[in-house]
C-alpha cells in the first residue's frame, strides 16, 4: 500500500481502523528560506523508520504495538494557508475517529493546522517548542504563514513555551522582552538539566509538541533548513521528553522541517528513531 524502503523486521503500518497513532505525512515545501527538501522529509524518514529495532531497550516494551497508520496528504501546489487549512482538517478527522495525530514534516508552517484542530478540543492547551529559531515573525517576505512565523500565529491561540532558540531577529527579541514570554535559550540549557523543571511547570496539562529538528546540534541533526551550531544532544533531549511525558498529557505532536541529505542516512534514522521514542513515552504505562 505504501512504497517505502524496509528490510521487513516483522512488522508494517496498520490499516487505519486498527490504528491507536496515525503520521500524517506532510511532503510540503513553499516558504522555506534557505535550504531545500522538506517535501522530500517524510518519505526518507518513514523509509527510515521501517528499519527500526522493534523493540525500545529503555522502555523495555515495543510501541508498535499500540497500531500505527499512515495518511498522506496532497499538499503540492498548494498556497501555505491552503496547507494549513488541509493539515487542520484531516488532523480534526483523526481526533474524531480516537487516534492520537502525529505530523511527520515538512515545513514547520503545517503546525499551525494542527495546533488549530487541537485547539478546538482543549480549551487548557499549552504549545511546547523545540527549536533553534524563535519563528516569531509576524510576517516573513510577504506570507504569515511562513515557516518563520509559525509561533506568531500559534501565540494567537494559546500560551507557548520555546527551548532551545538560538537564533531570532530584533524585533523577535524585543517582542519576547515586551510579552514576557517563556522562552529557554540553547545556551543556558545546552549541558544540564535545572531547566526541565522550569519548561514543565510553565505549561497546562494537556500539551501539544512541536519539534523543529534543527533544535538538535548539527553535528547529529544536519538534514534541516537552516541548521544553527550550538543545538542540543539525543539523550538530554530524549530525558525532557520522558518527563514532559510523564507529568503532561501529551495530546500530540510533530516533528518537521526534515531535508533529507543524498547518501547520508544517519539523520533520517534519527528522525525516524525520535518518532518511535515519543509514541513509546506517550503511551507507556509507567515512565518511572
Excluded at 2 to 28: C, N, Q, R, T
Excluded at 58 to 69: A, D, K, N, Q
Excluded at 84 to 111: C, I, N, Q, W, Y
Aim: a negative charge; one cysteine or more; aromatic letters at 12%.
Amino acid at each position: 500500500m505504501h512504497e517505502f524502503d524496509s528490510l521487513s523486521i516483522s512488522w508494517e503500518f496498520v490499516e487505519y481502523k486498527k490504528a491507536g497513532v496515525v503520521f500524517l505525512l506532510a511532503p510540503y515545501e513553499a516558504t522555506v528560506s534557505w535550504g531545500k527538501g522538506t517535501s522530500k522529509g517524510p518519505k526518507a524518514v518513514m523509509d527510515a523508520f521501517l528499519n527500526l529495532e522493534l523493540f525500545d531497550e529503555e522502555l523495555v516494551s515495543s510501541p508498535f504495538e499500540v497500531g500505527i497508520s499512515l495518511l498522506e496528504l496532497e499538499l503540492e501546489g498548494m498556497k501555505p494557508l491552503e496547507a494549513v487549512r488541509m493539515v487542520r482538517d484531516k488532523t480534526a478527522g483523526v481526533l474524531g475517529d480516537g487516534k492520537f495525530p502525529v505530523l511527520v514534516g515538512g515545513e514547520h508552517s503545517l503546525s499551525v493546522g494542527m495546533v488549530e484542530a487541537f485547539i478546538e478540543r482543549y480549551s487548557d492547551l499549552s504549545i511546547l517548542q523545540l527549536d533553534a529559531h524563535a519563528d516569531l515573525r509576524d510576517e516573513f517576505r510577504g506570507e504569515k504563514y511562513s515557516h518563520a512565523c509559525v509561533m506568531s500565529r500559534v501565540r494567537e491561540m494559546a500560551d507557548a513555551v520555546q527551548v532551545g532558540v538560538r537564533s531570532l531577529s530584533r524585533e523577535e527579541n524585543e517582542l519576547i522582552k515586551k510579552r514576557g514570554y517563556t522562552l529557554l535559550w540553547a545556551r543556558d540549557i545546552f549541558d544540564n538539566k535545572k531547566w526541565f523543571r522550569e519548561a514543565i511547570d510553565a505549561l497546562e496539562d494537556n500539551v501539544y509538541l512541536t519539534i523543529d529538528l534543527d533544535v538538535f546540534d548539527p553535528s547529529i541533526m544536519p538534514s534541516v533548513g537552516t541548521p544553527e551550531p550550538g543545538g542540543l544532544d539525543w539523550y538530554l533531549l530524549l530525558d525532557f521528553l520522558k518527563l514532559l511525558c510523564r507529568e503532561r498529557n501529551v495530546v500530540g505532536f510533530d516533528v518537521v522541517e526534515f531535508s533529507p541529505i543524498k547518501d547520508f542516512s544517519s539523520p533520517d534514522y534519527l528522525a525516524a528513531r525520535l518518532l518511535y521514542k515519543l509514541v513509546g513515552y506517550v503511551f507507556a504505562d509507567d515512565l518511572g
